[in-house]
């Protein structure tokens, strides 16, 4: 799912909840958001930084925000070094290993 879901974040959250196969790839929106107390946000922020963990990816929105600008973001919320790894490469890795022609 793109953009995280946006504006159905507690629908996606479900989704993703069912569906392990869900990923939900976070481009297009400014990250500080993700993290900000009345944003919208913070089902997906809760769940992300734990059960959600393996299946959420970044994306940019590049030209539209700047690559720095979003992974500074993204460093600056109080999620677990592990879960912002496997937001930043970990799961993607994946992802494309378990599609990959053998």
Do not use: C
Not at 70 to 96: F, G, H, P, Y
């Amino acid at each position: 799912a793109s953009h995280g879901g946006w504006p159905w974040i507690a629908e996606m959250v479900a989704v993703a909840r069912k569906h392990p196969q869900v990923y939900i790839e976070f481009g297009g929106i400014a990250p500080k958001y993700v993290g900000a107390a009345g944003s919208g946000w913070e089902v997906m922020y809760r769940f992300m930084n734990s059960v959600l963990s393996q299946q959420i990816l970044y994306g940019t929105d590049w030209p539209t925000m700047d690559h720095q600008r979003t992974l500074t973001e993204w460093r600056e919320l109080d999620l677990k070094s592990e879960v912002l790894q496997s937001l930043m490469a970990s799961n993607a890795r994946r992802l494309i290993q378990q599609h990959r022609q053998p």
